[in-house]
């Protein structure tokens, strides 16, 4: 960040729109990982207790993110819905 009005960034992974089942969840998850560990403080949400506050957001903000979208949120729900809310967790502001 260069500036006093830079703000952190989303985790960045590869393969969301392949999520289908728990283990392309734990794949993402160690994307997350690796990139967190590589870049530790360029997450907006790079602690603990900042990335669990922005997921609870983050899980509550769905329905305004498929609203948005002009789509539905998935009923049931999916395991690639758990993985955008766990990306979208990484840079919620």
Known sequence: MSSAYDTGRFAKVTGLNQVATHTDVAAIVEQMLADLRAHPTAWENHTLDRFLDALARSLRGLDGLYLNRGQHLPDPPT???L??????????E
Do not use: R, V
């Open 79 to 81: 395991w690639k819905l």
């Open 83 to 92: 993985t955008e809310a766990l990306i979208m967790a990484s840079g919620y």
